[in-house]
């Protein structure tokens, strides 16, 4: 009997023990959420962590409320950490609002696919998450309008970089055909230079040679003088016969006017005179075949006169 009390008031004592637990962690709990709703996040994540770790409550909707007080106050770090750690809960409301606050939080630092997976793991937890649902779609457009702007900023990119290409390639071929130009320059100069020492050498050699014949051309200029000098001679004699005998004829001329002015004077008869012309025609012909035989060019030395 007395056992029987003894284990009676354990018990009881028990019983008021437990019974005086709960009334704290429901006190704790009340307290930590009217701190969260009025924005005392730090008394709220006090209550929470005296519930976890010093009554050793295992309540993953404490967690995920500590996790989003964290969050409240911008302490990714712990708020990351709690909401990591009931990812995988067997509460699917509690999954569903943990996958739906990571990706929050990856859309907050533009990791659209890791976003998008979260909200559709928070989906899948929990169909009816209408918050999750309207962020995968916010974010699912938002990634294909990253994927639109890049593939165009890699088409301008690709563009940029075949127009440099196609510049860089210009300039290349624009400095190939300056040095070839300057090379042709280079080289049409130093033909000219060369052509004009040639010509200068050339000038110069026939300066000299003007100004020292060979003796093939000083005999033929000789020759030549020579027999130009012949052909003057030749003229020379030429011309002086002709004057000699147009004189002769002349003084001929003058004879017979003589002659015939003198007959008159004498009243010779006709066939007197004309024995005295046929006799003056005689002599004139005979002057003539003695003139014949006179040389019309001076004798040359050592040959005879025929």
Not at 204 to 218: N, T
Not at 274 to 282: G, S
């Given at each position: 009997m007395k056992y029987l009390v003894l284990t009676v008031l354990v018990m009881v004592s028990s019983s008021f023990g437990e019974l005086d637990r709960i009334a704290k962690i429901n006190k704790l709990k009340k307290e930590a959420k009217e701190a969260y709703n009025s924005g005392n996040f730090d008394k709220a994540i006090d209550n929470y962590h005296y519930l976890l770790d010093t009554l050793q409550m295992e309540d993953d909707n404490i967690t995920l409320n500590l996790a989003n007080a964290y969050f409240q106050k911008k302490d990714t770090t712990n708020a990351f950490n709690n909401y990591e750690s009931i990812i995988n809960s067997e509460n699917k409301s509690v999954r569903s609002v943990a996958h739906q606050q990571l990706g929050i939080m990856a859309n907050r630092t533009k990791k659209y696919e890791e976003a998008l997976e979260h909200f559709k793991q928070a989906l899948k937890a929990d169909p009816t998450n209408e918050?999750?649902?309207?962020?995968?779609?916010?974010?699912?457009?938002?990634?294909?309008?990253?994927?639109?702007?890049?593939?165009?900023?890699?088409?301008?990119?690709?563009?940029?970089?075949?127009?440099?290409?196609?510049?860089?390639?210009?300039?290349?071929?624009?400095?190939?055909?300056?040095?070839?130009?300057?090379?042709q320059e280079n080289e049409d100069q130093q033909n000219q230079d060369q052509q004009s020492e040639d010509e200068k050498g050339q000038e110069?050699?026939?300066?000299?040679?003007?100004?020292?014949?060979?003796?093939?051309?000083?005999e033929g200029e000789e020759q030549k003088k020579g027999e130009k000098d012949d052909t003057k001679k030749e003229d020379a004699d030429e011309k002086q016969q002709a004057g000699e005998e147009n004189d002769k004829k002349e003084g001929d001329e003058e004879n017979m006017s003589s002659v015939s002015e003198k007959l008159k004077e004498m009243k010779?008869?006709?066939?007197?005179?004309?024995?005295?012309?046929?006799?003056?025609?005689?002599?004139?012909?005979?002057?003539?075949q003695q003139n014949k035989h006179k040389?019309?060019?001076?004798?040359?030395?050592?040959?005879?006169?025929?």
């Open positions: 918050e999750a649902r309207y962020n995968y779609e916010m974010v699912k457009k938002a990634l294909e309008n990253q994927k639109d702007q890049n593939n165009q900023d890699q088409d301008k990119n690709d563009e940029n970089k075949d127009q440099q290409d196609q510049k860089d390639q210009q300039d290349k071929d624009q400095k190939n055909q300056d040095k070839k130009d300057g090379d110069k050699d026939q300066q000299e040679k003007d100004g020292k014949p060979d003796e093939k051309d000083k010779m008869s006709p066939e007197k005179a004309k024995m005295i012309l046929e006799a003056l025609k005689n002599k004139e012909i005979q002057y003539y040389a019309t060019k001076p004798k040359s030395s050592g040959k005879p006169d025929w």
